[in-house]
């Protein structure tokens, strides 16, 4: 089995790897300033899914050059992808929106802009501006779906519901933006087949590229609360592995799969500890792969 993975699409499409710079753009959430409410997403942490994401006090550029700095002993390809991480990254005015976007866009290293957000929070002036940008470079927006479950919705407090990301996921295709999808495997009541209902819904859209996320318990949160209050089964390794190649298997082979787990800070982590041992998490995965013969890579 072979899957469309984010290198093999990179190296088609500019012949060379991108390594991805997160940036902070200074936002907050709907779930957070008291709009939707105050705590986010049952599973978010305090740094709003941006825990590697860089200083807000800094400028774009800064915050660029710094991030250069920080991997140069293992990326010096000269290119990388501009990732606004953290929080909701279109909820502001629009004249901030502008402002570090396009200082992002125009920064000569950044090859790609990748706009992390909630489909709930994209007025058409933010896409408007978007499309703009997407004639000087490439520019992709990341939806954080996380299941299409109204049940479990509910319970992580996503905040919206299915029809809002359909419509999201229409103007930004109309707009000719690109459109990437965040998972998450392993979420409490969730099993098996239901996780592939998600991947089966997504087959069904316009859609170019997937993010599948491992589960992470992280302290500070509501979900960590619960864990202990009731605690809940997380995924081994092993369950991790099975789940991932059914999912992968499941995909159209044109979705380009830009993240097989996710790190969550080895400060906060609380479950699964499995998975913070990163060499060791990519090392088994890779045998695992090697057995049940799923490459990366796509035929061309």
Known sequence: MRYYSLNTYLQQAYGKKLYKIALNGGMTCPNRDGTLGERGCIFCSRGGSGDFASDASLSITEQIEKGKSLIKKKYSGGSYIAYFQAYTNTYAPLSKLCSIFTEAVRHPDIQVLSVATRPDCLAPEAIGLLKSLSRE???WV????QTIH???ARF???GYGLPVFEQAVADLRNAGIGIIVHTILGLPGEDISMTLETMHYLNRLEIDGVKLQLLHVLEGTDLADEYRRDPFPVLSMEQYFFLLGKCISHLREDIVIHRLTGDGPKSLLIAPLWSA???RVLNQMQLYFE???IRQGKEL
């Not at 990341?142 to 779906?145: D, I, K, R, S, V």
């Open 137 to 139: 470079k490439p520019v």
């Open 291 to 293: 057995e049940h013969d």
């Open 142 to 145: 990341e939806l954080g779906l």
């Open 156 to 158: 992580i407090r996503r």
């Open 277 to 279: 041992d990163k060499k």
């Open 150 to 152: 109204e049940c479990t």
